[in-house]
């Protein structure tokens, strides 16, 4: 469980599952109240989020948000 976090100007890179936060959230996990602003996320693969690269099984983002710039190949998004 990762909750109540704040980060700004945050630049991360990888070939793939990649995310300003966490790389994979997986089934149990929790990101909750986690704000990332002005990220610079890229990945030279799959799976890459502006607050977490993938999700696995029922994990669960509540209440966070991130704004920046988000790049790579498939499964791009802001957050996830």
Do not use: M
């Amino acid at each position: 469980t990762i909750s109540n976090l704040r980060v700004n100007q945050i630049s991360v890179s990888g070939t793939g599952i990649v995310g300003s936060v966490v790389g994979i959230l997986s089934t149990g996990g929790t990101v909750s109240n986690v704000h990332a602003t002005n990220v610079a996320v890229s990945g030279s693969a799959d799976y890459v989020g502006g607050l977490v690269g993938g999700v696995s099984g029922s994990a669960t983002i509540r209440n966070s948000t991130a704004s920046g710039a988000v790049s790579g190949v498939n499964f791009v998004g802001g957050l996830t």
